[in-house]
């Protein structure tokens, strides 16, 4: 069973900074390009960021170019995103997605992130 899981949530003040982690189990993701999303109530989920399989190609939101930063550890099948000068409206559940097919096929349950104003 392939499964993504986020951590690294929780409530900060703006200007801060967070480093949510994405482990993903049951499969490689060695070869598929790997993202971040993100989701507020009441909206569509939108891109955040996202790294290809060979981690020389990154692609940004602009809301948050020049602030977050994608990265990923191929031996620990792990995905993260470096956010720093957190502003309140970066606040929403943020979710970590694999690739498969072109498609975003797999998804974490998502881990809420809060910024204080």
């Known amino acids: 069973q392939v499964q993504l899981v986020e951590s690294g949530g929780g409530l900060v003040q703006a200007g801060g900074s967070l480093r949510l982690s994405c482990a993903a189990s049951?499969?490689?993701?060695?070869?598929?390009?790997m993202g971040w999303f993100r989701q507020t109530p009441g909206k569509e989920r939108e891109f955040v960021a996202a790294?290809?399989?060979?981690?020389?190609?990154?692609e940004y939101a602009d809301a948050v170019k020049g602030r977050f930063t994608i990265s990923r550890d191929y031996a620990k099948n792990t995905m993260y995103l470096q956010m720093n000068s957190l502003k309140p409206d970066d606040t929403a559940v943020y979710y970590c997605?694999?690739?498969?097919?072109?498609?975003?096929?797999?998804w974490g349950q998502g881990t809420q992130v809060t910024v204080s104003s």
């Open positions: 049951g499969r490689t993701f060695r070869w598929n390009d």
């Open positions: 997605a694999g690739q498969e097919a072109a498609k975003w096929a797999y």
């Open positions: 790294l290809d399989w060979s981690g020389s190609r990154s």
